[in-house]
């Protein structure tokens, strides 16, 4: 398997536009998670899915972030405008149990 | 809620020194424990875990009990190697739901 894909690797934008981040779960997967690293706050739950529908968004900072996952095997993350103090890592996880599998990350720069 | 507590601030050592590296946990019921790692550059994955009280959970060289007497989770490994630098995350599961409660995790630097 190849993991949890995420893209794009890095991500640099201008305050004001849309960002779409981009997560592909392993297969068979019911569970899928958003999480946000910085330095500041460390790794924050931003939001979570089971079988596609959102469970807790609780962690999610404002109404520029929305989440969607449309079917099993894809779940967008969208910040809509974006603003500099988004910049960060964006990681996406999934799991079928309790160990967490965790994609390589979105570096994103919002300048 | 639910939490885990690392201790503050990075950990330099040497090569082949002794590592500890403190967690302590505030839990409703019996939490699994885990440690994971995050390397440079990339995301988080699973270093060991215990389910219950007194389990050992190892992997590489690391290990790290279970103890509820003490609501602790240390994280230990004998003889470190500069490959062992990297991130280190305590974390257990919430109470009554499939998801992870981290630690702020602490940075471990080893040098030659």
């Known amino acids: 398997d190849a993991g949890v894909i995420q893209s794009p690797r890095h991500e640099v934008t201008e305050m004001g536009q849309e960002v779409t981040l981009r997560c592909k779960p392993i297969?068979?997967?019911?569970?899928l998670f958003w999480y946000r690293q910085t330095m500041m706050r460390g790794l924050e739950l931003l939001i979570y899915?089971?079988?596609?529908?959102?469970?807790?968004d609780s962690g999610m900072p404002e109404d520029r972030f929305s989440a969607k996952m449309p079917n099993a095997s894809f779940s967008t993350l969208k910040i809509q405008p974006s603003e500099p103090r988004d910049s960060a890592v964006y990681f996406c996880?999934?799991?079928?149990?309790?160990?967490?599998?965790f994609g390589s990350g979105t570096q994103l720069s919002v300048l | 809620g639910d939490s885990v507590t690392q201790m503050e601030g990075p950990v330099t050592l040497s090569e082949e020194a002794f590592l500890t590296i403190n967690c302590t946990y505030t839990?409703?019921?019996?939490?699994?424990l885990f440690w994971y790692v995050q390397y440079p550059g990339e995301g988080l994955q699973l270093l060991l875990k215990?389910?219950?009280?007194?389990d050992k959970g190892s992997n590489k060289g690391f290990e790290a009990t279970y103890r509820k007497e003490t609501t602790s989770f240390h994280l230990e490994k004998g003889s470190v190697q500069v490959s062992d630098s990297a991130v280190y995350f305590c974390?257990?599961?919430?109470?009554?739901?499939?998801?992870?409660?981290f630690g702020k995790g602490n940075q471990v630097v080893v040098i030659p």
């Open positions: 996880a999934s799991s079928s149990g309790e160990k967490l599998f």
């Open positions: 297969s068979g997967h019911d569970y």
């Open positions: 899915f089971n079988n596609n529908v959102p469970i807790d």
């Open positions: 839990a409703t019921g019996y939490p699994s």
């Open positions: 215990a389910t219950k009280a007194d």
């Open positions: 974390a257990l599961t919430q109470y009554g739901n499939n998801r992870l409660a």
